[in-house]
């Protein structure tokens, strides 16, 4: 079964500290990847995507992701956090032939930047 | 509102008791699933429907548990029997179905939280 894993499940670093969130998922076809993220009291939201193209995606908020196919790693970066970033972040495959339309979710990290 | 809709938000059940768990979707997304969040844990994929049609119920952990969505928007899961394995965050998300419209993203709900005492 495709799974997805997440390096780090706490992360804690100080204001304009640069960030990388590992995840590595276990499936060798094509797949789409997520990173979603969840700040406290607040639902699920999507902060970028990678479907085919340039490997290096940016989101919302000044985060961008890498997909290196090879190492079937997709990670995280932000080159310097705020406090407002605190929050859970996901990692997600979503492997269309064989799981249809479901996504496959990592762990979690969750991330406090102390102010 | 344009978001995705769950009620109700808390829910504390005691053990054997059913519980029931709406989702109301976007408009216009045909595609829905219900996922199961437990403490310190991602989402885990329980069941998806596109429109009313359930096309994948492989996650759903038990008999005991049975998702509906009968006229293709509004859905519920419902839970019999609840056991306190069942404590757990219940969320529901929509999108688009077909691959060509198809952006995969999923727009979730704040969940349903559920303790089973």
């Known amino acids: 079964a495709q799974s997805v894993s997440q390096h780090n499940h706490h992360v804690i670093l100080s204001e304009a500290a640069s960030l990388e969130l590992g995840c590595n998922y276990s499936?060798?076809?094509?797949?789409?990847l997520f990173w979603y993220v969840q700040y406290p009291g607040q639902h699920l939201q999507l902060l970028l995507k990678?479907?085919?193209?340039?490997?290096l995606v940016k989101g919302i908020k000044g985060f961008e992701a890498e997909f290196i196919k090879s190492k079937f790693s997709f990670n995280l970066r932000k080159p310097s956090v705020q406090w407002s970033d605190t929050a859970e972040y996901f990692c997600a495959v979503n492997d269309l032939l064989e799981y249809g339309n479901k996504l496959v979710f990592g762990a979690g990290t969750i991330l406090r930047v102390k102010s | 509102g344009a978001g995705v809709s769950q009620s109700p938000r808390y829910k504390v059940a005691k053990r054997g008791q059913d519980v029931a768990l709406r989702c109301d979707p976007i408009?216009?997304?045909?595609?829905l699933f219900w996922y199961q969040q437990a403490l310190g844990q991602g989402p885990e994929f329980l069941t998806y429907f596109q429109n009313e049609a359930q096309l994948d119920k492989s996650g759903l952990p038990s008999d005991r548990f049975f998702a509906e969505r009968p006229e293709g928007s509004v859905s519920t899961l419902k839970i019999q029997r609840t056991q306190q394995e069942d404590s757990a965050v219940y969320l529901c998300a929509s999108s688009f179905p077909s691959v060509s419209a198809n952006t995969g993203e999923l727009f979730f709900g704040e969940g349903s939280r559920l303790t089973v005492l």
């Open positions: 499936y060798g076809g094509t797949v789409n």
């Open positions: 408009s216009g997304h045909v595609s």
């Open positions: 990678y479907f085919s193209g340039d490997p």
